[in-house]
Nanobody, 123 residues
Framework: QVQLVESGGGTVQAGDSLRLSCAAS????????MGWFRQAPGTEREFVAT???????YYTDSAKGRFTISRDNAKNTVYLQMNSLKPEDTAVYYC?????????????????WGQGTQVTVSS
């Protein structure tokens, strides 16, 4: 099993920045993809960003140019730097992980999920 614990959520105003962190622990994963999804009230969970073990990144269109995903393999931690936040970014943000060398963007491809951290952006 892999445990994922998110931190860094909060309430900010439009245009502000936040950095989310996700620390992984438990079973050692030789190679893994990690990423972030989010879910706003009344909507389905949607992909935000992912980073491979080697550092290759992929973003949903709404995150490109504003969000940056990165990872520190020595610390088993993945980050999501969110800049120029908008009210429509308000959601619970979930950290995800899985083994594999590819780029994965659907909920069903990730077996490991964190509990989520709330991000609220006021206008």
């Amino acid at each position: 099993q892999v445990q994922l614990v998110e931190s860094g959520g909060g309430t900010v105003q439009a245009g502000d920045s936040l950095r989310l962190s996700c620390a992984a622990s438990g079973r050692t994963v030789i190679s893994s993809a990690m990423g972030w999804f989010r879910q706003a009230p009344g909507t389905e969970r949607e992909f935000v960003a992912t980073v491979t073990w080697s550092g290759r990144t992929y973003y949903t269109d709404s995150a490109k140019g504003r969000f940056t995903i990165s990872r520190d393999n020595a610390k088993n931690t993945v980050y999501l730097q969110m800049n120029s936040l908008k009210p429509e970014d308000t959601a619970v943000y979930y950290c995800v992980a899985r083994e594999g060398f590819g780029t994965y963007t659907s909920t069903g491809e990730y077996p490991y999920w964190g509990q989520g951290t709330q991000v609220t952006v006021s206008s």
